[in-house]
């Protein structure tokens, strides 16, 4: 099992910018894929934006050109870089970790956007 923390979420006004990062307890290039989700009160959880462990990166339309997921390999941290932030992004983010079919998930991180 893939240990994942999350850290980096917080408040701030809109247009304002935020980074998280997601720890792992493995070398992320044993992780097939991980990725960055999210979930807002009342809503499903949905995937924001992730990476392969070949590099190759998939976004959500509604952040597209706004958020940056990238990897530090030493470090075992990937990290969604929050540009441009609106109040529709105001969510928990989870960080998760797909590998060899089983799939880990962090605790959480609140992100609140205020207009």
């Known amino acids: 099992q893939v240990q994942l923390v999350e850290s980096g979420g917080g408040l701030v006004q809109a247009g304002g910018s935020l980074r998280l990062s997601c720890a792992a307890s493995?070398?992320?290039?044993?992780?097939?894929?991980m990725g960055w989700y999210r979930q807002a009160p009342g809503k499903e959880r949905e995937l924001v934006a992730s990476?392969?462990?070949?590099?190759?990166?998939n976004y959500a339309d509604s952040v597209k050109g706004r958020f940056t997921i990238s990897r530090d390999i030493a470090k075992n941290t990937v990290y969604l870089q929050m540009n441009s932030l609106k109040p529709e992004d105001t969510a928990v983010y989870f960080c998760?970790?797909?590998?060899?079919?089983?799939?880990?998930w962090g605790q959480g991180t609140q992100v609140t956007v205020s207009s």
């Open positions: 493995v070398n992320i290039l044993s992780i097939n894929v």
């Open positions: 990476i392969t462990n070949g590099g190759l990166k």
């Open positions: 998760n970790a797909r590998r060899m079919g089983s799939g880990s």
